[in-house]
Structures are given as structure tokens and as C-alpha cells.
């Protein structure tokens, strides 16, 4: 992880990481946290399928992904979904058939910084298959995949390795 060192502060070369969440100066006392950023991630489900990304961008460029991303500030989780898949997707969702299922923490590396996330997995059932059509930014195609061919390995974050793994049990 590539660590900051100068002080924003007082614009020293004497910032320290604590190796877990903080930065501090010694020189200013300057503090600097960083928080457990919130994320969603949807499952959205019709029958036995799911409905899957592939990222066109890195972290993890050309694996799979459940549509979802960080929650802005003054935003629930509900709604972050709701606007998450709306912007992935075009899907336009009715929070009354969201459902939360549960939350994993999990590490997002982004041009060589570790962000602790806390990914909060919901669930999306819809009655019909659909396509969308993507423009290719941040995903670079969109599939149905039956959940008994769903390969851990293809996926791209830990947390969603480890939530399929529990999901799958319970189906």
C-alpha cells in the first residue's frame, strides 16, 4: 500500500501510519482517519440465476462483480442501491422488494491505497430476465450465470467470495 508522508498540515515529512486507520503528525498533532467506508452490493436474482458484471476498470479488471458501489455521503444504504443500479444498470428499483441480507467487511484497493469497506449484500428478485445495454465505462458486460455454475474464483472481491459461499448454502 503506498503510505502519504507529508504532513497536509504543516507540510512536514513526518506523517505516520499507524498501519491499521490513522495517520498522525508528530510535529502538529495533525490527525488524519481512515474510516470504514460503507458499499452495497446487489444480488439481483430470477430463479435460479443471478445476474452478474464484469469489470472493465481495476481493482480487479475482468472479474465478476455484483452491481452495486460506495454510499455517498447523506445517502442510506437503501438508497445507494436504488441509484447504484440505476447508473450500472438502467434498472429502476422498487425498495420495497429490497432485501438486506447481510454485511462483510472487505478491503477495495484503489491506485495503491487500502480502503476498509463494510459491503452491506442485498437482494433484488425479479420476475423476468432483462438485458441492458451498457455504456462501457465501468463494466464491460452484464450476464445471467445459474447459481450451481457460479465459480468463486471468477469473482472479484473477497467478500463476495465469502457471501456466495454462505448464499449458496441457504438456497
Not at 510535529?27 to 458499499?39: I, T, W
Not at 441509484?83 to 447481510?102: G, I
Request: with cysteine; aromatic share 12%; glycine share 4%.
Amino acid at each position: 500500500m503506498k503510505l502519504l508522508k507529508y504532513c497536509p498540515s504543516c507540510g512536514k515529512e513526518t506523517l505516520h501510519w499507524d498501519g491499521e486507520k490513522k495517520w498522525s503528525c508528530p510535529e502538529c498533532d495533525f490527525r488524519l482517519y481512515n474510516n470504514v467506508a460503507g458499499a452495497v452490493a446487489a444480488v439481483i436474482r430470477c430463479g435460479d440465476e443471478i445476474y452478474l458484471t464484469r469489470r472493465n476498470r481495476d481493482p480487479k479488471k475482468g472479474k465478476l462483480d455484483l452491481a452495486g458501489g460506495f454510499v455517498d455521503p447523506k445517502e442510506s444504504a437503501e438508497e445507494a442501491c436504488k441509484r447504484e443500479l440505476f447508473e450500472e444498470l438502467q434498472l429502476d428499483v422498487d425498495l420495497s422488494n429490497l432485501r438486506y441480507l447481510t454485511s462483510l467487511p472487505n478491503i477495495y484497493q484503489y491506485k495503491e491505497i487500502d480502503y476498509n469497506t463494510i459491503d452491506l449484500f442485498y437482494e433484488y428478485t425479479v420476475s423476468e430476465k432483462f438485458e441492458v445495454n451498457l455504456e462501457l465505462s465501468e463494466i464491460s458486460e452484464a450476464i445471467w450465470i445459474s447459481l450451481n455454475a457460479l465459480d468463486l474464483d471468477n469473482l472479484a472481491f473477497d467478500s463476495q467470495k465469502k457471501f456466495f459461499e454462505e448464499y449458496l448454502k441457504n438456497i
